[in-house]
């Protein structure tokens, strides 16, 4: 069960009492003293963490997970996994759910779930590929969409020949080159 923390001493003493912590408790700590400021040296030396990897690891997946998954994870620890959560933890929250909750019902291997995102990744660039083919058909000119899955955001790169083919671009646009 995930405590509800106010300090980083409440944090320590939950970390020192709690026999047999597990992955989602120990990732809830680091989180909150993540939070509070503290370096990932000084979590290590607290916590006696070794690896740096290891830390991070968990401090990703801590920061990214919301209170509601982070009950989840807690209270299905076998089946939701830190490598699961690693795989997940850079998807907006409302992709995140619906696949923890087929996790919990459906379990799948780390690797399997990794192919499974990595094809919703390839199924967005088509996407975009095929939107790209499609307004470069209606424009007549060359177009390039770079799109940042993780951030729902891009550039839109138009060709132009010339200052007049800018001018008829802008037009196209919207733009009335010859009112300014």
Not at 61 to 83: C, M
Not at 93 to 110: D, G, M, N, T, Y
């Amino acid at each position: 069960m995930l405590p509800f923390l106010t300090d980083c001493k409440e944090a320590l003493e939950f970390f020192r009492k709690t026999i047999n912590l597990n992955d989602p408790q120990l990732a809830y700590i680091i989180a909150f003293l993540s939070r509070e400021g503290w370096t990932n040296r000084d979590i290590r030396h607290e916590l006696g963490i070794a690896k740096v990897y290891t830390l991070t690891h968990y401090k990703r997946v801590g920061l990214a997970l919301s209170d509601q998954e982070f009950s989840l994870w807690d209270k299905n620890p076998d089946r939701i996994t830190l490598g699961h959560l690693r795989v997940l933890c850079h998807l907006k929250p409302a992709a995140r759910e619906p696949i923890l909750r087929q996790l919990l019902a459906h379990k799948s291997s780390v690797a399997k779930l990794q192919a499974r995102v990595a094809g919703q990744a390839q199924h967005l660039d088509a996407d975009i590929k095929r939107y790209e083919g499609r307004m470069e058909d209606s424009l007549g000119r060359g177009v390039k969409i770079q799109f940042d899955a993780k951030r729902q955001n891009g550039k839109l790169i138009l060709d132009f020949y010339g200052i007049d083919d800018l001018d008829v671009l802008a037009n196209t646009l919207g733009l009335k080159p010859e009112l300014d």
